[in-house]
């Protein structure tokens, strides 16, 4: 079972508590952004290396009720890992499962 972390407000920069539960061997995390109102170019940042560890430690992560302008950033970025994680098939140019 994945575990569940919601993003309350802004994502300006990394989250520790998240970091520590991908350090401690959680295999499988879930990232709600319901509630997150502004992902910053950090944010996004900190999302991409996360991805990155959490592939080192064979580990799955997964990004839930993503709105359509959280949605955007990440595909305006470009960043294949953060589209997969939202439930893309691989390419950006997929839609989000999200």
Known sequence: MAEKVRIMGALEKGLDHVDMLLAQGQTDLELDFGACNFISVDGLEWLEELLLRAESHKAQV???????????????????SLMRACGAPGNAASAPMC
């Open 62 to 80: 997964r990004f839930v009720n993503l709105q359509p302008p959280q949605y955007k950033v990440l595909k305006v970025a470009h960043i294949d």
